[in-house]
């Protein structure tokens, strides 16, 4: 479980980028937050990944602070970020030194066959296309079983069809290990499809505006009329989110 208590961050020049953010992710649970440029989205995820603090309150995992980069919580980029002396294999298993060799040789073998490149373990991140190298990426951040894993955007730089294959290969990974995910997002599509719950962020200072669960079944049709339906409510949030200058901001962590 991913707790966040009473959490500001306040930076040396003086912005506000969160201000009382208070959050609990269940384990296992989905959950995306989405909002406009400037809602501490980016900042969030740092705090929960270990790679800042917050200037006031705490972040939890189970009962664990979170004070440095931890193994129980992986991180996924923008950007795949792999290592280009390493091949996918030992790019893959970079994080699993501590397993005996056979044991982690598996493990690998096992997340690269989950996320479609079973044969491209003697490969070299060059080699790759854009959508195999988030793949690897990806496989590379689920390989030491994290509780929590924090998805910056990792999707955004790609084509819809390939985006949509990793959205069924990020499940497929999501069953296998049950892992609580945190995906920041700009894709109010993608947010519909992957989460059980979307959290709308409000900026200046960045807070949480809105709350929507998302009570649909998987697999669910990215083009059927109940995903159409969750995108209205979500776009719907968005809007007044960003309309708090006119005093038409939802009340924080509202429910609709």
Known sequence: MLTVESADKIYPN???ALAGLNLQVEEGEIVAVVGGSGCGK????RLAAGLDQPTHGRIRVDNEMIVKPHPCVGLIFQEPRLLPWLTVAQNVGFGLAELPREKRERRVEDVLRRVGLAD???RWPRELSGGQAQRVAIARALAPHPKVLLLDEPFSALDAFTRASLHEHLLDLWNAFKPTLVLV???VEE???LADRVLVMQPNPGRIAAEIEVDLSRPRDRYGSEIEAMKRRILWALDKSLRRDSGEALAPAAAI
């Open 14 to 16: 003086g912005t506000r």
């Open 42 to 45: 980016s900042t969030f995820l």
């Open 120 to 122: 491209y373990g003697g």
């Open 185 to 187: 997002t700009h894709d």
């Open 191 to 193: 947010a519909a499809v």
